[in-house]
C-alpha cells in the first residue's frame, strides 16, 4: 500500500496529549464553524461527531451515509492549524481494505486521529479494520470504541475481550461510552495499556472525578451540537412570546472571521 509522505509532527502531537499531566478533553464538532470556534477557544484538538455531521447533512446517523461529508469536513479543516479527530462510525465499510483507504485519505488532509466503533458486532471485525488501518498509515492515532456499555448491558468480561482484541490489532486508543462509574474505570485503567478515552455527560461525574479515576481522554461527543439545537429552539421560542432571548451568542463578523477567505 502507498503511504502518504505527510509529516507526522501533528500526529505525534495528538498522541502526546493523550500522555499529559491531565487528559485531553476533547470537544466534538459538527462543522467547520463550530471547530474553529472551539479551536480558538484554546482546545489543543478538536474531533468531529458522526451525529452532528449527519444531522447536518440530513442524513441518518450510524449507518455508514456520510463518508463523503465526513472526508470533505476534514479536507476543509485538517490543513488548518488544529490538531483533528475523524469520528468515523465503523469506518464507513466492513472491508478492512476499504476502511485503510478512507484513512489514508484523511491521513493525506491533515488529520490527526481516527475514531472507529465495533456497534456491538463481532470484535474481529473492527480489529481486522484497526490492523488494516494501522499498515496503511502507521502514524495515524486510531482510537478504538466498543459499544458494550452504550448499546449493551456493560458486561465486563465482554468489554474486557474486545478492547483486548483492539489493542492488540494496534490501537493507539480505546473508547468506552457510556461508562461512568469511576470505581468501574479505574480498574479498567489498570487492565489496559492504551489510554482510556470516556464520554463526559452532564448526569454523570464531572470531569475531575473522570481524570482521577485514571481516563485519559473525555469526549463531549454529540453534546455540544445537541446543546447549540437546544439554543436556538428556546432562542426562537422566546423571540415569538416577545421575549429577548439572552446568553451570549457570536457576531456576524465574529462568525465570518472564523471562516476561510475567498478563493
Not at 505525534?12 to 485531553?24: K, R
Not at 464553524?33 to 479551536?39: F, N, P, V, Y
Request: aromatic content about 6%.
Amino acid at each position: 500500500m502507498t503511504r502518504s509522505p505527510r509529516p507526522t509532527a501533528p500526529v505525534t502531537a495528538f498522541a502526546a496529549l493523550h500522555h499529559a499531566d491531565e487528559p485531553l478533553l476533547l470537544p466534538n464538532a459538527w462543522d467547520y464553524a463550530s471547530a474553529r470556534a472551539l479551536a480558538a477557544q484554546g482546545f489543543p484538538a478538536v474531533a468531529t461527531t458522526s451525529l452532528g455531521v449527519a444531522a447536518v447533512a440530513g442524513l441518518p446517523d450510524a449507518v455508514a451515509a456520510t463518508r463523503e461529508e465526513t472526508l470533505r469536513l476534514a479536507l476543509s479543516l485538517g490543513s488548518r492549524p488544529l490538531l483533528l479527530s475523524v469520528d468515523a462510525e465503523g469506518g464507513f465499510s466492513d472491508d478492512p481494505d476499504e476502511v485503510a483507504r478512507f484513512a489514508r485519505e484523511l491521513y493525506a488532509v491533515g488529520v490527526a486521529g481516527l475514531n472507529l466503533e465495533d456497534g456491538l458486532a463481532p470484535a474481529g471485525r473492527l480489529a481486522a479494520k484497526i490492523a488494516a488501518v494501522k499498515k496503511a498509515v502507521p502514524a495515524l492515532f486510531v482510537n478504538a470504541r466498543t459499544d458494550t456499555h452504550w448499546l449493551g448491558d456493560g458486561d465486563t468480561a465482554d468489554t474486557l475481550s474486545r478492547l483486548d482484541a483492539y489493542q492488540a490489532a494496534g490501537a493507539d486508543g480505546v473508547f468506552v461510552p457510556g461508562l461512568t462509574d469511576p470505581r468501574q474505570i479505574a480498574a479498567l485503567v489498570r487492565h489496559l495499556d492504551a489510554p482510556l478515552n470516556v464520554l463526559y455527560s452532564p448526569t454523570g461525574p464531572p470531569v475531575r472525578a473522570l481524570a482521577d479515576a485514571g481516563a485519559r481522554r473525555i469526549s463531549l461527543g454529540s453534546l455540544l451540537y445537541r446543546t447549540a439545537l437546544g439554543a436556538a429552539l428556546r432562542a426562537a421560542a422566546g423571540i415569538r412570546a416577545g421575549r429577548t432571548p439572552d446568553g451570549p451568542s457570536p457576531s456576524y463578523d465574529e462568525v465570518t472571521a472564523l471562516l476561510p477567505p475567498p478563493c
